[in-house]
């Protein structure tokens, strides 16, 4: 009744008169308080209806902003999510410095994303982003909208946005981490090699000065990080083989062996279970790939058979100590299982004893009361095995040097066997 005895005075009423404005606003209120009814009593359709009613019947009321606010808001509820986004895009391009301006574009972000339409709703935080002052919304968004990017399979677009957020929110470290490591996975799938590990090597570098903010998450994106960088060392490593002139390529052998066994010894300091079982395996794998580089490295063309014969049985000689070692770095990532850890790592060791041990570790014996149910775990620094003394042999082969392996720490410069000591 209200509303048809306003639309009869305003059709009464001359465009030059100035009641005609509160005769508008009175209206607008009429339309307003029925779309406020049908909001009390959840019928969310016919509240939108309302509301945008006042758009045409009264457009110069002052209530008409927050009316098509309230008309995508009631959208929202109703879940119609294209028709929220459209009204409250057109709120947010008719009215670019109202008050709810960035809620409506929360709203929008919301309605894209509940509808499905990804990237969009990506746009709409890294909008928000821009446009908050509020320092954890800006964050967050740029996070939500890096991973509605990632979701979208568009890892261009998500890597701007990850990159924005630890170019502008270095701390905390932790979440800046989570980003910087997403980062390096982006770069994985695109098989960009050289920049993903420099991205690694950063998270590796941040970790390692954050001091206080320094936490077991951290330390944990830290040390896979380091492990995938110490697997391009084993790697660099076991690219050498063993060719004639046999010093050459054996010195060349020796100092990829050793950075190979540094690379992996810096991972125990994580104490991260699943990176030092790593380290354990890829030291086994690192010792036992030198003794079958020794065993099977390119004999010299002009030894006599008999020489030939001495020359072999050296090598031979020259490679069981090392065999030997990996067998005892295999033995001690099983122990681990006995403070409870078990994974994939362990499992690559149970399969390698089992290959050069099948005696002892045949399946069916591994099958049978030798994985224990362990309830709790802590972390325990896996005892570094006694290595075998290697034999001697003729001149022409000289055993590498024997580095510290991964479970004990490297001793300080100037201790007794400060650079490449033995274990006791």
């Known amino acids: 009744q209200a509303e048809h005895a306003y639309t009869q005075v305003l059709a009464a009423t001359p465009e030059d008169d100035k009641s005609r404005a509160g005769f ?35 457009p110069t009321s002052t209530i008409r902003p927050t009316a098509e606010y309230d008309a995508g808001a009631a959208l929202i509820r109703l879940q119609d999510w294209a028709a929220a986004a459209e009204v409250l895009e057109a709120f947010r391009s008719a009215y670019p410095k109202h ?6 574009s929360k709203q929008i972000a919301y309605a894209y994303r509940q509808g499905g339409q990804l990237p969009r709703a990506a746009e709409e935080y890294e909008r928000l982003a821009s446009e908050s002052e509020d320092e954890t919304l800006r964050r967050e968004s740029l996070l939500v909208a890096g991973d509605l990017y990632q979701q979208s ?14 170019d502008e929110f270095p701390h905390p470290v932790e979440a800046a981490l989570e980003a910087r490591f997403k980062i390096a996975e982006i770069r994985k799938a695109a098989n960009d090699v050289p920049l993903y590990h420099k991205d690694l090597a950063e998270i590796v570098r941040i970790d390692g000065g954050a001091g206080a903010e320094r936490t077991a998450r951290t330390r944990t994106l830290a ?22 002139p046999f010093e050459t390529s054996l010195q060349e052998k020796k100092q990829r062996m050793d950075a190979a066994i540094d690379a992996m010894d810096s991972l125990v300091a994580y104490e991260i279970g699943e990176v030092t079982s790593a380290a354990t395996y890829y030291m086994a794998e690192t010792y036992f790939n030198f ?72 399946k069916q014996e591994m099958s049978d009361g030798f994985l224990e149910v362990i309830d709790s775990y802590m972390y325990r620094r896996p005892v570094p095995p006694v290595p075998a003394a290697p034999q001697g042999g003729p001149g022409t082969v000289t055993p590498p040097t024997e580095q510290a ?20």
């Open 24 to 58: 508008v606003d009175n209206l607008a209120a009429s339309i307003y308080k029925q779309g406020e009814a049908a909001n009390q009593v959840q019928d969310y359709r016919a509240a939108a209806d309302h509301f945008l009613r006042i758009r045409t019947a009264a």
């Open 99 to 104: 008050e709810m301006r960035l809620e409506a």
């Open 153 to 166: 399979n568009a890892g261009d677009r998500a890597l701007k946005a990850y990159g924005r957020y630890v």
């Open 223 to 244: 040390g896979r990080s380091a492990l995938v960088l110490a697997e391009q060392v084993y790697q660099e490593f076991t690219a050498v083989k063993l060719r004639q």
């Open 291 to 362: 003794s079958r580089s020794l065993a099977e490295s390119e004999r010299p063309a002009d030894l006599a058979p008999a020489d030939l014969q001495e020359y072999e049985r050296a090598l031979d000689e020259e490679a069981f100590p090392f065999e030997e070692k990996a067998i005892d770095f295999h033995k001690k990532n099983l122990e681990m299982m006995r403070t409870g850890v078990f994974n994939a790592w362990i499992e690559k060791s149970l399969g390698r004893l089992a290959e050069l041990m099948p005696g002892r570790y045949a």
């Open 405 to 424: 392996p991964a479970t004990q720490p490297p001793p300080a410069p100037g201790e007794p066997g400060g650079e490449h000591a033995n274990p006791p």
